[in-house]
């Protein structure tokens, strides 16, 4: 399409020309203006060569990319990352979980070390519920990769870990791509820019600075991606889960270290129980008092009842008695109703 919109732009230029040289004078001479037409229109077609030439030298430059990274024909995508990169692009993520009896103390020892290794602290989260509960800390770090293992073992020596994960993103092949489709874009852009300096039709100005804006957009997402990749391969990620805990939590193995943990934990249990039942009945006194009060009410004004209708039974029967023995005597004037 692109080879179709640019021979007919080059026809109508050649028409345009030919009509100014006719209409420029009586005295104009015919084969002079079709010598001068014809050799504008020969610039122009060279100019335009020059930019067909250049796309498909972009394009080439792209298959050559896509051939590099499938691994077919050619020089691969990792040779050519050995020879033009000094190393391999690592994206290291790495996850802590500490457990500490001194959080105050690890908090700030860990982000001084933290600004000693060059580090910056991306995002964190601190909770403390106060109470029984222990507080707790999240932090996440962003430490340059070639200090990544001395924080690590920085870390280690100031708290107790309890459990290390490790991912590791290789992402060289990828890395090389988008660096190769950059620069053959680069490239076309720059010729592109060669050819605009020497246009003067209006037409074709407007199309080479339509292209050019479709380079410049194509090159900015791709060196955005670079840069995002750069960030993250020169500085690892690390997610450090921080617990307060009364005791910390012992590394070793063995049946005796096992044991004495769980026997620890067992004492520490039953503590928190009676401590927690302790605190529930204080806290919940006022509310204890009232409920005590109205289960009191209550039974009293069921015994009361209880006795009104006991009373009202035996005066009921006490009459029925009088009555029954008023009617044995014949006296039915004595009926107490």
Not at 58 to 67: K, S
Not at 194 to 213: C, G, R, W
């Amino acid at each position: 399409m692109k080879n179709k919109f640019y021979t007919l732009l080059m026809i109508l230029m050649i028409a345009a020309l030919l009509l100014t040289g006719c209409g420029r004078g009586k005295g104009l001479d015919t084969s002079s203006g079709e010598t001068e037409a014809a050799q504008i229109a020969a610039d122009t077609d060279s100019g335009f060569n020059g930019f067909e030439k250049t796309q498909e030298a972009a394009v080439l430059d792209t298959e050559a990319a896509a051939e590099d990274s499938s691994g077919e024909g050619g020089q691969s995508a990792r040779e050519f990352s050995e020879q033009g990169l000094s190393s391999r692009k690592l994206i290291k993520t790495v996850s802590l979980t500490m457990q500490t009896r001194t959080f105050d103390t690890l908090k700030q020892q860990l982000e001084e070390s933290i600004a000693s290794f060059g580090g910056y602290i991306e995002n964190s989260s601190y909770d403390a519920p106060g109470g029984q509960s222990f507080r707790y800390y999240h932090i996440c770090v962003r430490i340059p990769s070639k200090d990544l293992d001395a924080f690590v073992n920085k870390a280690g020596e100031l708290g107790t870990i309890t459990n290390k994960s490790e991912n590791v993103q290789d992402v060289t092949l990828d890395y090389v791509d988008k660096t190769a489709y950059k620069e053959s874009l680069q490239t076309e852009y720059e010729r592109v820019m060669e050819l605009l300096a020497q246009a003067k039709d209006l037409d074709q100005i407007l199309a080479l600075e339509s292209k050019l804006s479709e380079l410049r957009y194509e090159i900015n997402s791709y060196e955005s991606q670079l840069r995002t990749y750069d960030n993250q391969i020169d500085y690892s990620t690390v997610n450090i889960n921080i617990s307060e805990v009364e005791y910390e939590k012992e590394m070793s193995d063995s049946v005796g270290s096992r044991i004495s943990s769980g026997f620890r934990s067992s004492l520490f249990a039953v503590r928190d129980f009676f401590v927690n039942t302790f605190v529930f009945l204080v806290s919940s006194l006022p509310v204890l008092v009232l409920l005590a009060a109205a289960i009191i009410a209550a039974v009293m004004i069921l015994k009361k009842g209880r006795r009104f209708r006991r009373k009202a039974l035996e005066e009921k029967e006490e009459r029925r008695e009088m009555k029954e023995h008023n009617e044995e005597n014949g006296d039915s004037k004595a009926d107490p109703s």
